[in-house]
């Protein structure tokens, strides 16, 4: 029985090793990823907790920021300043009747900071959007503490 024979005969067994080793790899590298990118939103949750608290809001839940916010911010980085989700911020920021009865109201000021705090954390390059949409809001310490 010769080498070349035996190699021949054993395709089968070298070919299903060659794939293992390709799947578990892959395998490798998706998993390598999920941990980079959990790491990353459990930084960002946990340095946005710290800054809410520094500013003097209460601190939320970890998990819930991470699952939200993830590591690009997520809806709230998308656009900022956009028109339709400042009319919609605004319309949110009234005095909470119905139909002909909601008016607008003065904002509180802390309600602003949160949202430029979280813009800080995950997307500070969208931050002179947001501030320039903010100059025509009017805000005051609207909210007895």
Same mark, same amino acid.
């Given at each position: ?5 035996? !190699?021949?005969?054993? #395709? ?6 060659? =794939?293992?080793?390709?799947?578990? !790899? ?17 930084? #960002?949750?946990?340095? =946005?907790?710290?800054? =809410? ?11 819930? +920021? ?6 690009? *911010? ?8 956009? !028109? ?5 911020? #605004?319309? /949110? ?7 002909? *009865?909601?008016?607008? +109201? ?19 390059? /969208? ?9 025509? =809001? #009017? ?7």
């Amino acid at each position: 029985m010769s080498p070349t024979r035996f !190699a021949s005969e054993h #395709k089968v067994v070298y070919w299903g090793s060659i =794939l293992i080793l390709i799947a578990l !790899a892959v395998t490798g590298l998706i998993r390598y990823e999920s941990v980079t990118r959990n790491s990353e939103t459990l930084s #960002k949750a946990t340095r =946005l907790q710290e800054e =809410l608290v520094r500013a003097g809001y209460p601190s939320p839940d970890t998990d819930t +920021v991470e699952r939200l916010l993830g590591t690009d *911010g997520g809806q709230v980085c998308e656009e900022p300043g956009n !028109a339709l989700k400042t009319a919609l911020w #605004k319309i /949110q920021q009234s005095n909470g009747a119905a139909g002909p *009865g909601q008016r607008p +109201v003065i904002s509180d000021t802390r309600a602003v900071e949160a949202e430029r705090i979280v813009l800080q954390v995950y997307c500070p390059d /969208q931050l002179p959007e947001f501030e320039d949409e903010l100059e025509d =809001l #009017k805000t005051d310490g609207t909210v007895r503490r």
